[in-house]
């Protein structure tokens, strides 16, 4: 999210209508409306949601794909899934967050944690996405987040770790740190209109943490 203030600008539509156009930065869908001047970006998020992309049972990285990450081991789904059920809820994250995450809490609640796939590559592989939607996230938390999961499907891990690996807060409980290629960020809610209709679909209801990811 991001607020500007412009004086003298006749034409307001126009600018929307130019944010709108198809752009080659990277960014995707970029929406932009009128608000109240009381309506500041700062205050107004609500939650995000992240998806990171993994390619499997990939024996050398293919530099056509770099927007993955690309690992060895063939990756098994539904221990994935069954371990990312452990996930969802309200915990402290501490063993998933970096050691210069500056964060005054690290109890977070996290909507859903989905995992997708696996799609096949036609150049090798299998391709997975893991979808996490929360009210907040810690330092480099979705990135841990992922390296636990992959080591569970990759069978270094079982799924009923999980609960183990949280109650430790210790970041070396929890193992790999996923590399940045493959993390997109796909939504950030808003808290205005009030009707909620700008909230993310699955944290309407929830109460938000707004504490700065």
């Not at 930065?25 to 932009?32: I, Q, R, T, Y």
């Not at 996930?87 to 989905?114: M, P, Q």
């Not at 193992?175 to 993390?183: D, E, T």
Request: proline letters at 7%.
């Amino acid at each position: 999210l991001a607020t500007c203030y412009f004086r003298g600008l006749d034409d307001v539509d126009a600018v929307i209508g130019r944010l709108a156009t198809p752009r080659d930065d990277g960014l995707v869908d970029v929406k932009a409306t009128r608000v109240p001047m009381s309506v500041h970006a700062r205050g107004s998020g609500r939650g995000k949601r992240y998806r990171f992309v993994v390619d499997g049972g990939v024996d050398a990285p293919d530099p056509k794909h770099p927007h993955a990450w690309q690992v060895a081991p063939r990756l098994d789904v539904a221990r994935m899934q069954r371990g990312a059920r452990f996930l969802e809820g309200t915990h402290d994250f501490t063993s998933l967050r970096a050691a210069n995450c500056g964060a005054e809490s690290a109890t977070k609640t996290l909507a859903s944690v989905r995992v997708g796939g696996p799609f096949p590559l036609a150049h090798a592989g299998e391709r997975f996405f893991v979808e996490v939607t929360g009210t907040a996230f810690l330092r480099k938390m979705m990135r841990n987040l992922v390296g636990l999961l992959v080591e569970i499907g990759a069978g270094l891990r079982d799924p009923d770790d999980v609960p183990a690996v949280l109650a430790a807060r210790d970041r070396a409980a929890a193992g790999l740190c996923a590399p940045p290629q493959g993390l997109v960020l796909v939504e950030v809610g808003c808290s205005w209109p009030d009707d909620g209709s700008a909230l993310i679909r699955e944290l309407r209801g929830v109460l938000v943490d707004v504490s700065t990811p």
